[in-house]
């Protein structure tokens, strides 16, 4: 049986935030009533031309610069010319020839740990097309479709891959990276529920240990990252069967339908000179200038590779905090701004990946709606640090923090949280137990060890919660062994 390897390049679109269109100056918000965000320019009415939106570019060539790519000195807009009931003008302003940024690469985590870069084709700024609304569970099953042209004409980037990719996991840190940087730099919300980030995956196989690619399928306009990971998973299963019985993959675009959890053939696959390219007549060739591309380079945030690289080498964390941390940028943000205030990087980490997170995650919000700042957060690690507060106590404070952003010295006195650290009062409550407890003191004496969890859960109950539990431990152990 032959062994099968996939080679995956996806094309990431990738809606760019601006407030006016590509080519007019309609609005680009979402969730509008259908075909009440567009104009005679944007719907292609005859007679209109199209004026070229400079923060577009400059956020394409933004985005050039955070993967390495080279920005084109010479920048031309081309008609890619098809026929769809979504593209009211018959034809889409794109690139092919001589897009806004070519090479680069996005640098990724493979399963074996090690890095990988997966080289980018080149980064295209063209108009989005109008959406279509089927009027069925799947657009094979449609019985009609309506079309809203409000997203006609939105500004979007074509980040298009080489056929790097060789698994599923590979396919989707490339995604999750792509995604990161794109929020980093701020050129998208991506926000894959509205349609901002969608994705295009070309996948064949071939004989593992061959350089020669197989024939590819194109499964078109994913929304996910889930239904990118399910077609990829299927079309290797697809394709294997097929070729292991003697047959030939087709070369095709094809459709994801979720609930079936199956692609399905459209069309065979067109040809670049199927779409009849040609320059747009309209649009004259543009020039930044490498005074205006240094400019924009000089506005662009520490990227996530090398944050995450100077988490490592300066502050001594472990990779996978730092791989996690430097993944989000309000995350990563919060982090160093704590630093600022508390000089512990690993105790920052822990919180915010652990009690911090777990709140964001039930309140379903983020670290840039926090009520709390950094500078409360390194107010709280210091009071836990000084012997305040106990760990325990910090959690129920965090707690707190998070409902109102109270500082946590003023929940601490409110609530009469302070930690008990007067060995006097401790030692009256120890020996009162130990004298009531004689069975599991015989049994610590003895070498059970489990035994003063006993007596330290039972005087943090009575003191709840607020007892320091190193001069408890040591207190008790005191009490028990001297009375033998």
Known sequence: MTTWEPVIGLEVHAELATRTKLFCACPTEFGAEPNTLVCPRCLGMPGTLPVLNKQALEFAIRAGLAFDCQIAEHIVFERKNYFYPDLSKGYQISQLSQAVATGGQVNIVTDDG????????????????????????????????????????????????????????????????????????????????????????????????????????????????????????????????????????????????????????????????????????????????????????????????????????????????????????????????????????????????????RLNNQAETGFDKLRFSPQQLGELLAMIDNGQISTKIAKTVLEEMFASGTAPASIVEVRGLMQISDQGALETMINSLVDANPGPAEDYRNGRDKALGFFVGQIMKETKGRANPVLVTDLLKEAILGKK
């Open 114 to 357: 090690n890095e990988k870069q997966i080289h980018i084709t080149q980064i295209q700024l063209e108009e989005e097309a109008g959406k279509s609304i089927h009027g069925g569970a799947t657009i094979r099953e449609a019985t009609f479709t309506l079309e809203d042209f409000n997203r006609c004409g939105i500004p979007l980037i074509e980040i298009i891959s080489e056929p790097e990719m060789h698994s599923v996991e590979e396919a989707k840190a490339y995604l999750e990276k792509l995604k990161t940087v794109l929020l980093y730099i701020g050129v998208s919300d991506c926000k894959m529920e509205e349609g901002s980030l969608r994705c295009d995956v070309n996948i064949s196989l071939r004989e593992a240990g061959s350089d020669r690619l197989g024939r590819r399928a194109e499964i078109k306009n994913l929304n996910s990252f889930r239904a990118v990971v399910n077609v990829l998973e299927y079309e290797i299963q697809r394709q294997t069967e097929l070729l292991n019985s003697g047959g030939t993959v087709a070369r095709e675009t094809r459709t994801w339908d979720e609930g079936r959890g199956e692609s399905f053939s459209m069309r065979s696959k067109e040809e670049a000179h199927d779409y009849r390219f040609f320059p747009e007549p309209d649009l004259a060739p543009v020039e930044p200038g490498q005074a205006w591309i240094a400019e924009i380079k000089a506005t662009l945030p520490e990227l996530p590779d090398i944050k995450r690289r100077r988490y490592v080498e300066e502050y001594g964390l472990p990779l996978y905090d730092a791989e996690l941390i430097s993944g989000n940028r309000e995350m990563a943000d919060f982090f160093d701004k704590t630093l600022q205030y508390y000089k512990d990087p690993k105790a920052i980490s822990n919180w915010l990946m652990g009690e911090v997170s």
